[in-house]
Structures are given as structure tokens and as C-alpha cells.
């Protein structure tokens, strides 16, 4: 991931290497790539703009380090204002004061929610917490399967509707699982809602009122590291739609260069929180911005 722009920077600071202070003709060089570079890791073309002008200005009102080249100096430019983009520290989970905290997850059919879903009860289980998952993504035939099946490999309580009971009613099972959590003293309750392949009004206003039933303490935006320009559009419709709270990447395993991390934090100001990176139940972990950027920068 971020190959491209990695490879790129590093031979525009190779060629600036030696030179005694950045002048403007270094500075325009310099921002030239790494607007390139960042279009070529498909972030989008306002944040781009954006970030490209963020790490000018500074380059140029930055005095010239005495510790640093001015190489050196970019790099560390660009690399603080990554990670500010990227959310700064590591936003955590909030939970609850008193009674369950619920998570509802809100994304794209595909995103990679239902997997999500049960890697996240795993790493709440391992933080000591009792999560319980509930299945309300009744519009694809087998997902309520699935988070069984998945729930089952990590060993976490799955809620399903039951025949003849709340069948094609996700509210009222999200709601019910919310009852239900409270009887069973689980302490999380995780709410995986449907998707469709493209934005859909109808779910859309079906996952707000999901929201709007059980009150999540967060709502998180699950999206495909992989759809790269797309990102963006999908993000704006999801926190117009329903909002959410922070955002998960999935399928980092894959090639994708990363460009959706940027841009989705860029443009909606919420923080990527969670990352996952493989079909592996274990393959989780907390998004930490500095080291994504440091691995842009590498
Ligand atoms: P949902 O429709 O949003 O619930 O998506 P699913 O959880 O069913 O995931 C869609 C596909 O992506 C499945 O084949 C998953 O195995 C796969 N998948 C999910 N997360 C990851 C990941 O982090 N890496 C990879 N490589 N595949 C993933």
C-alpha cells in the first residue's frame, strides 16, 4: 500500500538532498510530486488540493531547522500533516456510563461489515468486555448466517430474529437485542445493519432508524479500503444519510494504495478508528494515523 507515493517522495527528497534551504522553485518541485503522488493513491482531487497547499504554506514559514535537511525537514512536514489528517491519536471506543454500549456499523453491502462485526466482539472480548452481536441485516439472504456462523468462531452470543418474530422488522430486532443484552448483563452490543451495493435511500433511512431506536454510543462507518475515488461519495452519503461517529477500514491486506484513509477523514472530519486487514477473525487492529503515515512515508 502507498507504494507509489512512498517511491515518489523518496526520490523527490533524494533530489533535494544536499541543498542548504528550500527555495520556492524546491517548494513548487516538491509539491508537484507529491500531488501526483496522491492522485496516483487515488485520494481525491479536493483533498488533495487541500493537503498539497496545508504542506506549502508550512514549507515555506518553516525556518530552517539547524537538525534537520531540508529534506528531512519535508518529510517531516508532510508527515505531521498525515497523520492530523489521518485523526491525530487514536480515537477510542466510548462507552456507555451505565447500562450496554451499543455500536451500530453502517456501510456498503460487501464493505465487509458482517466480518467486521465479529472481529470487533473478538477484540472487545479480549479487552475483557461480554459483547453480544446482533443480526440486523435482514436484506441479504445469508448474513444472518453468517454473523451466526462467525459468532460461533469467536464465541460471542449472536442475536437473530426468531420465526414469527420481528422477521423483516430490523428495528425491532436491534431494539430487542438492546432488551435482551440488558437481561443477559452483556456490557456491548455490536448491530450489524444491511447494505446495498450502491447507495439506497430506502436502507439508508432503514439504518437511521435503526440509530434512532437503540441510540447507539457510536455509529461507525465501515468501508472498502479498495474503492479508492468512490470512497468519498459513499462516506458523504452515509454521514448525510445516518452519521457515524468514526470509520473502519477493511480489506487493508489488499493493494490498495490507502488513498480512501485520507480522503474519507479529510472530507467528513471523522476519525478512522478500527482497520482490518485479512479474512482472519485476529485480522484487526485499532487504526493508529502516525503509523499509516509513516508507512506512506517509508
Ligand atoms: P458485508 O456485506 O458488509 O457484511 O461484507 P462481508 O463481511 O460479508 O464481507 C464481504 C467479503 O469481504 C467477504 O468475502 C469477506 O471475507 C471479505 N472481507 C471482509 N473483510 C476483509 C478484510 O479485511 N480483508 C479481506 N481480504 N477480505 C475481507
Known amino acids: 500500500m502507498f507504494a507509489t507515493l512512498s517511491d515518489r517522495l523518496a526520490d523527490t527528497f533524494k533530489n533535494l538532498r544536499g541543498k542548504g534551504r528550500l527555495s520556492e522553485a524546491d517548494i513548487d518541485a516538491t509539491a508537484r510530486e507529491i500531488r501526483i503522488a496522491l492522485l496516483e493513491a487515488d485520494v481525491a482531487l479536493p483533498v488533495v488540493k487541500e493537503f498539497v497547499g496545508a504542506v506549502k504554506e508550512r514549507a515555506r514559514g518553516e525556518e530552517v531547522s539547524q537538525a534537520l535537511n531540508p529534506a528531512q525537514q519535508v518529510v517531516k512536514i508532510v508527515n505531521e500533516e498525515l497523520v492530523a489528517i489521518l485523526g491525530g491519536e487514536t480515537r477510542r471506543l466510548r462507552y456507555a456510563k451505565s447500562g450496554p454500549t451499543v455500536i451500530m456499523l453502517a456501510g456498503l453491502q460487501g464493505a465487509g461489515k458482517t466480518t467486521l462485526a465479529a472481529k470487533l466482539a473478538l477484540w472487545l472480548k479480549e479487552q475483557g468486555r461480554s459483547p453480544m452481536l446482533v443480526a440486523a441485516d435482514l436484506q441479504r439472504p445469508n448474513a444472518v448466517n453468517q454473523l451466526q456462523v462467525n459468532g460461533e468462531r469467536v464465541g460471542v452470543t449472536v442475536f437473530a430474529p426468531e420465526p414469527g418474530n420481528g422477521v423483516g422488522d430490523p428495528v425491532r430486532v436491534a431494539r430487542d437485542a438492546v432488551e435482551e443484552a440488558k ?64 470509520v473502519v477500514l477493511t480489506k487493508l491486506d489488499g493493494d490498495a494504495r490507502g488513498g480512501a484513509a485520507l480522503s474519507i477523514a479529510s472530507i467528513t472530519g471523522k476519525p478512522v478508528m478500527f482497520a482490518s486487514n485479512g479474512e482472519k477473525m485476529t485480522d484487526f487492529d485499532l487504526f493508529h494515523p502516525d503509523r499509516m503515515a509513516s508507512r506512506i512515508l517509508d
Open 183 to 246: 437481561r443477559t448483563l452483556h456490557d456491548t452490543v455490536i448491530v450489524d445493519t444491511a447494505g446495498r451495493l450502491g447507495v439506497d435511500a430506502e436502507l439508508m433511512q432503514q439504518a437511521a432508524d435503526i440509530r434512532d431506536a437503540v441510540q447507539p454510543d457510536e455509529v461507525l462507518f465501515v468501508v472498502d479500503a479498495m474503492i479508492g475515488q468512490d470512497a468519498v461519495v459513499t462516506a458523504q452519503a452515509f454521514l448525510d444519510g445516518v452519521g457515524y461517529d468514526g
